[in-house]
């Protein structure tokens, strides 16, 4: 009992430092009412003090049994069937960079007439960044807009010429180069991989480069990198912060990227940054997956053992010689179906409380991406109410990593997880007032 004493403590200090009030109250009230009870229990006869002593102990054991007995979180398959390759003009994005219209506009709604309708109602609404939302929070909106300015001034410089092959041909030493240069250079995450072609956009659909041409992307190697989001920015959630820290590790991102591509150049290896903006060819979160950063989540992005989905993903695809990481699985999949915070959260509903689907002949949670863009449109931010309610959120502490091993290893320590975070976090959590 004192054990769990201790534990009800050291979560209600670390939640009070956290500005997680609302938990640290609810753990406070739990640890006063067990210190009560320890104390009536220890005050009272010993006929009476050690039967419920060994009974406490007892169920201590039992439950620890059953939590070791439980076993590890079911896994569930990534692909069903061949990868369908994904154009980048399809991409929601690209669909709303066409002016209307225009010949692009007419001859994409004549390939795609499916999406022509709910597309034209969400044109309607103001564009994020756009003079209707700057009233809402000026200084923030012009902060986001001057960032998502520096990267789109960026977007040509993702390639370039190449020196001169140094002789560089040890994988295992390259390997452990290019991942210090990233930390270095400020990366939070990083890990490589073999560039999965069924991952490579068939055109380009964004960026400065022509739109409609195909794509061709022959680098050997993926290297992921991952920035993580500030908490407090996040937490805000849907407010205007949330686009501002947005932007901020977009560029943070497209900085390390192209940094590390133009290195990689100058050592004599092709190598090309991939950026927000948009400058993409490949898509990034199962790329991040293959490279070992994390897992794709209910809500439909990476969810990384250390941030949650709380980052921003950057890519630079090279044939530097480099040894592959492993894709790594931490309970995720079996998390996300039990869970459904980010579901209930969702204020456009956009988020399936379902099981997953084949999409392009990946197994995942597919989301309704129009639903989620139309209420972007509606409030002026990128929202991340879904990234700032899952629990894999939490900070990057030793209080929440243990609790993160804690899933990756039993089935039974994920349900007291998902139950405790309601509990003391809230089904609903509550947005925190905005830092600056």
Same mark, same amino acid.
């Given at each position: 009992?004192?054990?769990?004493?201790?534990?009800?403590?050291?979560?209600?200090?670390?939640?009070?430092?956290?500005?997680?009030?609302? @938990?640290? =109250? %609810?753990?406070? #009230? !739990?640890?006063?009412?067990?210190? $009560?009870?320890? /104390?009536?229990?220890?005050?009272?006869? @010993?006929? =009476? %003090?050690?039967? #419920? !002593?060994?009974?406490?102990?007892? $169920?201590?054991? /039992?439950?620890?049994?059953?939590?070791?007995?439980?076993? %590890?979180?079911?896994?569930?398959?990534?692909?069903?069937?061949?990868?369908?390759?994904?154009?980048?003009?399809?991409?929601?994005?690209? %669909?709303?960079?066409?002016?209307?219209?225009?010949?692009?506009?007419?001859?994409?709604?004549?390939?795609?007439?499916?999406?022509?309708?709910?597309?034209?109602?969400?044109?309607?609404?103001?564009?994020?960044?756009?003079?209707?939302?700057?009233?809402?929070?000026?200084?923030?909106?012009?902060?986001?807009?001057?960032?998502?300015?520096?990267?789109?001034?960026?977007?040509?410089?993702?390639?370039?010429?190449?020196?001169?092959?140094?002789?560089?041909?040890?994988?295992?030493?390259?390997?452990?180069?290019?991942?210090?240069?990233?930390?270095?250079?400020?990366?939070?995450?990083?890990?490589?991989?073999?560039?999965?072609?069924?991952?490579?956009?068939?055109?380009?659909?964004?960026?400065?480069?022509?739109?409609?041409?195909?794509?061709?992307?022959?680098?050997?190697?993926?290297?992921?990198?991952?920035?993580?989001?500030?908490?407090?920015?996040?937490?805000?959630?849907?407010?205007?912060?949330?686009?501002?820290?947005?932007?901020?590790?977009?560029?943070?991102?497209?900085?390390?990227?192209?940094?590390?591509?133009?290195?990689?150049?100058?050592?004599?290896?092709?190598?090309?940054?991939?950026?927000?903006?948009?400058?993409?060819?490949?898509?990034?979160?199962?790329?991040?997956?293959?490279?070992?950063?994390?897992?794709?989540?209910?809500?439909?992005?990476?969810?990384?053992?250390?941030?949650?989905?709380?980052?921003?993903?950057?890519?630079?695809?090279?044939?530097?010689?480099?040894?592959?990481?492993?894709?790594?699985?931490?309970?995720?999949?079996?998390?996300?179906?039990?869970?459904?915070?980010?579901?209930?959260?969702?204020?456009?509903?956009?988020?399936?409380?379902?099981?997953?689907?084949?999409?392009?002949?990946?197994?995942?949670?597919?989301?309704?991406?129009?639903?989620?863009?139309?209420?972007?449109?509606?409030?002026?931010?990128?929202?991340?109410?879904?990234?700032?309610?899952?629990?894999?959120?939490?900070?990057?502490?030793?209080?929440?990593?243990?609790?993160?091993?804690?899933?990756?290893?039993?089935?039974?320590?994920?349900?007291?997880?998902?139950?405790?975070?309601?509990?003391?976090?809230?089904?609903?959590?509550?947005?925190?007032?905005?830092?600056?």
């Amino acid at each position: 009992m004192l054990c769990l004493l201790a534990a009800w403590l050291w979560f209600s200090s670390a939640s009070w430092r956290e500005g997680e009030f609302r @938990a640290a =109250l %609810r753990g406070g #009230l !739990l640890f006063a009412s067990g210190s $009560l009870l320890f /104390a009536l229990i220890m005050a009272s006869p @010993a006929s =009476l %003090r050690d039967p #419920l !002593l060994t009974g406490f102990a007892v $169920l201590a054991a /039992a439950f620890s049994v059953w939590i070791l007995l439980s076993g %590890r979180p079911q896994q569930t398959p990534t692909t069903q069937n061949p990868v369908e390759r994904v154009d980048e003009r399809d991409v929601i994005f690209a %669909r709303f960079d066409l002016v209307e219209d225009s010949p692009r506009y007419r001859d994409y709604y004549l390939r795609r007439p499916e999406h022509q309708r709910v597309d034209d109602e969400i044109r309607r609404l103001p564009d994020l960044l756009s003079e209707p939302h700057f009233g809402k929070a000026q200084f923030l909106q012009a902060l986001a807009a001057a960032e998502f300015a520096f990267l789109e001034d960026q977007l040509t410089g993702v390639d370039g010429p190449i020196d001169s092959r140094r002789d560089m041909n040890d994988p295992a030493a390259n390997t452990r180069l290019i991942k210090t240069m990233l930390d270095y250079l400020g990366a939070d995450m990083y890990g490589i991989c073999e560039l999965d072609q069924d991952f490579v956009y068939t055109h380009v659909g964004r960026g400065p480069e022509p739109y409609g041409k195909p794509i061709t992307l022959s680098h050997t190697y993926a290297v992921v990198l991952a920035v993580e989001m500030d908490l407090a920015m996040i937490a805000t959630a849907p407010r205007p912060p949330v686009i501002v820290e947005t932007g901020r590790q977009y560029v943070a991102a497209a900085r390390i990227a192209s940094i590390a591509a133009a290195a990689l150049r100058r050592l004599g290896y092709p190598a090309r940054a991939h950026m927000a903006g948009s400058n993409y060819g490949a898509m990034l979160p199962p790329l991040a997956w293959k490279a070992g950063l994390g897992e794709i989540g209910r809500i439909g992005i990476l969810l990384s053992e250390r941030f949650g989905p709380r980052i921003r993903l950057g890519l630079v695809t090279t044939d530097f010689p480099l040894l592959p990481d492993r894709p790594r699985a931490f309970g995720v999949q079996n998390f996300c179906r039990r869970c459904r915070k980010c579901a209930r959260n969702c204020p456009a509903q956009a988020i399936s409380e379902g099981e997953q689907q084949a999409e392009n002949g990946v197994l995942r949670w597919v989301i309704e991406r129009e639903a989620c863009y139309r209420y972007w449109r509606t409030v002026g931010s990128d929202c991340a109410r879904c990234i700032f309610v899952c629990p894999y959120s939490k900070p990057d502490t030793k209080l929440h990593a243990l609790i993160r091993r804690g899933c990756a290893r039993f089935s039974a320590f994920q349900r007291m997880a998902i139950g405790g975070d309601d509990l003391f976090y809230g089904r609903r959590p509550i947005s925190r007032p905005p830092p600056f």
